[in-house]
């Protein structure tokens, strides 16, 4: 029969005294080695940044719900169209994610592909096609010295006469086309679709600030028509045809001198291969994004920033809730588990993206609570016996604690190793960064916290000493009067 007020099963007893803490000078020293292996291996190999933190494109598919695509040939499929675009494989560039719309999409099956390429369009063709530009704008071809481009081939520029064609830095392929006199907005897109088409790019989508300011009146209109009242879906669609119509046959007698061209060649290519590969299956891209590298970089800046900002708030917290001696063992404890797991990523070379900095700051999350749950059983034991010496309080504490801890961890360590063994995209490396951070955040709580703490202990009941003993030294007894 149980014993009353005792636990019927438990992975340690909690009566046990097993020295945590008598070792502690060899924790130190793998604590340290840890962390200089994760500064070595971030100095030497770096990050292996996703395209989150690195630039590139993100493409929305929309499947029927009876297509027979999966990730792995989906990924064969985008690869297959971009080695034959650009001429080189970029399987470690290309990442697949099936995800669920909850219902919004129509029962459609919906991936997310996501890509480091950002552009077909090289230095070279720039300065192509903005000779092309010139030659169809302005009636002669640009001479030699008037195409520019820029370092990295991210902008080039067709300057003199009356065109100027410059290059969106990064991103996407964007051209910025300006003409000293007004040209028919109709006739100018004909050309530079035409001269876009002869230099290889046949799918491109022109525009013009006289086009912007006629979209920006059809939306005003297209809400009025809305806010007038309850109206079958026929009739607004009736109505939005015809104020397009109307929109079309006023651009056709404006003008303009400053237009704008996206090649589309990348969404083209990747949705003519993806069709040709799942025909009728496939039904289309929905949306396509593209994240340029400077954009890019400071979504990185972002995310090591929230989590220095995480590691301060949860070492606030610490000091308001125990006391300042704590928290040191707890901020070495963070900063410990942080760089650890950041460094086993590096080590892997697995994909360092934003969903890593949202597993890194739960890292720092559950570490803290392993923390707090044998800090609390310090302080209390502490209370109750306050002429125990602190390495028995806190060894005692520990193996007080320990069934708890472990039972904790194992439970989220063998949920986290099976989302990583049977999970995929990136999920599977959200897994792979709890599995590591489990690991580390539960040494930290036993093995580097509590020795820290208890160091700092000494070192303050050292300085209260010498205080006393300062004190003491200084009050000289008084002789009586008369003596």
């Not at 990924?75 to 669920?100: C, P």
């Not at 080039?156 to 064609?165: H, M």
């Not at 086993?344 to 993206?353: G, I, L, M």
């Not at 955040?441 to 006393?468: C, M, N, Y």
């Amino acid at each position: 029969m149980a014993t009353a007020g005792k636990p019927h099963f438990t992975l340690f007893d909690p009566d046990a005294n097993y020295n945590f803490v008598g070792r502690r000078h060899v924790y130190y020293a793998l604590t340290g080695i840890g962390i200089i292996a994760s500064f070595v291996a971030l100095a030497t190999l770096g990050f292996n940044k996703g395209i989150d933190f690195k630039g590139g494109t993100k493409q929305i598919l929309a499947f029927k719900p009876d297509a027979k695509v999966d990730r792995q040939s989906l990924h064969m499929t985008v690869e297959k169209v971009l080695h034959e675009a650009i001429g080189q494989k970029l399987g470690g560039q290309i990442e697949v994610q099936e995800f669920d719309t909850g219902g919004a999409g129509g029962g459609a099956k919906h991936f997310a592909v996501m890509t480091e390429v950002t552009s077909l369009v090289d230095a070279e063709k720039k300065a192509a096609l903005g000779k092309a530009i010139r030659a169809a704008l302005d009636g002669k071809a640009a001479a030699g010295g008037n195409v520019a481009a820029a370092a990295g081939g991210n902008v080039a520029a067709a300057a003199g006469g009356n065109v100027e064609v410059e290059w969106a830095a990064e991103g996407e392929d964007r051209a910025f086309i300006t003409v000293v006199e007004p040209r028919n907005v109709a006739d100018t897109y004909a050309a530079l679709v035409k001269s876009f088409k002869d230099n290889g790019f046949p799918t491109v989508h022109p525009g013009s600030d006289v086009e912007v300011q006629l979209d920006v009146n059809l939306f005003r209109q297209l809400q009025m028509s809305q806010a007038e009242g309850a109206k079958d879906a026929a009739v607004l669609a009736t109505e939005e045809a015809t104020l397009r119509a109307q929109k079309a046959l006023e651009l056709k007698g404006k003008s303009d001198t400053r237009f704008t061209v996206v090649i589309e060649e990348f969404k083209a290519k990747l949705e003519g291969g993806i069709k040709a590969q799942h025909g009728a299956a496939f039904v289309g891209i929905v949306s396509a994004t593209a994240v340029s590298p400077s954009v890019a970089g400071e979504m990185l800046s972002q995310g090591l920033v929230a989590i220095l900002y995480a590691i301060l708030g949860i070492v606030l917290y610490i000091i308001l809730r125990f006391d300042v001696r704590y928290a040191p063992g707890a901020l070495v404890a963070l900063v410990h588990d942080v760089v650890l797991v950041i460094g086993a990523f590096s080590v892997a070379q697995v994909k360092f993206s934003m969903p890593i900095i949202a597993a890194v700051l739960t890292v720092a999350g559950y570490s803290v609570t392993d923390t707090i749950v044998v800090f609390d059983r310090i302080r209390e034991t502490q209370e109750r016996f306050p002429h125990v010496p602190i390495e028995t309080i806190v060894n005692g504490s520990i193996n007080a604690t320990m069934s708890r801890t472990v039972l904790t961890s194992l439970t989220t360590f063998l949920t986290s190793a099976s989302i990583f063994v049977f999970g995929g995209g990136l999920i599977r490396d959200f897994a792979f960064a709890m599995c590591i951070g489990v690991i580390v955040g539960t040494f930290s709580s036993i093995f580097v916290a509590s020795p820290i703490f208890i160091w700092l202990h000494h070192r303050f009941e050292d300085q209260k000493k010498a205080a006393k003993a300062a004190a003491r030294a200084t009050v000289a007894p008084t002789a009586p009067a008369g003596a």
